[in-house]
């Protein structure tokens, strides 16, 4: 099991990403400026709401500003992880949906995988049980085609999201369910997650 960092390390962090944030201030790498206040915001994150908001709120600016969809897809989900902390489905879902249709573009897969699990838990805790589990199956469709996983905070997570929704549809549905959607093609998966529809 990872150890987490002393404070002292963290503190040292932090102070360390807000001297390059406000360093890029001066300059007019808006790419730079994005990708060192959301790493600034992130952690930010983990204190206040309140600090987080606007920071990030300004990494995700930056990133649409700079129009680089790889920058404008690892920013945005910052952002919507802090408001689905607070329970804001409806901020949280149009970020990671921007997000997720920015790495598609580009063929990013580890990215892609993520935030069709970030789709699945907004729609677990939306009560929207079946689209969870299909969102959560291609998810997995997604990463294994990448050959990818989950960073392990996220794992945690991941069990803990199939816990509930084995628990809320039984478990012989659910992994019925599961794996149904996880014969899905990426493509597919990101059509299903986007609400696309096949042409007739």
């Known amino acids: 099991m990872a150890r987490r ?13 807000w001297r390059a944030a406000c360093l890029l201030e001066t300059t007019t790498d808006t790419w ?32 649409r500003r700079t129009g680089e969809r790889y920058m ?11 408001y689905l902390e607070q329970g804001d489905h409806a901020a949280a ?7 997720l249709s920015a790495f598609r573009a580009i063929h990013e897969l580890w990215w ?11 729609a677990y805790r939306q009560g929207n049980l079946h ?4 969102l959560l199956g291609g998810s997995d469709a997604v990463l294994k085609s990448g050959g990818s996983r989950l960073i392990p905070r996220e794992e945690r997570d991941h069990v803990d999201l199939i816990q509930g929704l084995s628990a809320g549809l039984g478990e012989a549905a659910f992994r ?12 597919q998966a990101i059509a299903y997650a986007l609400d696309e529809r ?3």
């Not at 879902?93 to 997000?99: G, I, N």
């Open 198 to 200: 096949p042409p007739a």
């Open 32 to 63: 730079g400026q994005a990708l060192a206040i959301s790493q600034l915001g992130a952690r930010a994150r983990r204190l206040k709401f309140e600090e987080a908001e606007p920071i990030l709120l300004r990494a995700a600016d930056l990133a």
């Open 112 to 122: 892609t995988g993520r935030c069709m699990r970030f789709l699945a838990l907004v």
């Open 176 to 187: 019925a369910a599961l794996a149904d959607c996880q014969t899905m093609t990426p493509e």
């Open 131 to 134: 689209r969870a589990v299909r």
């Open 93 to 99: 879902e149009p970020l990671y949906r921007e997000a």
């Open 72 to 82: 404008i897809g690892s920013c945005l989900p910052k952002l919507g992880n802090l």
């Open 5 to 17: 960092r002393p404070p002292r390390c963290r503190r040292r962090s932090r102070a360390c990403a």
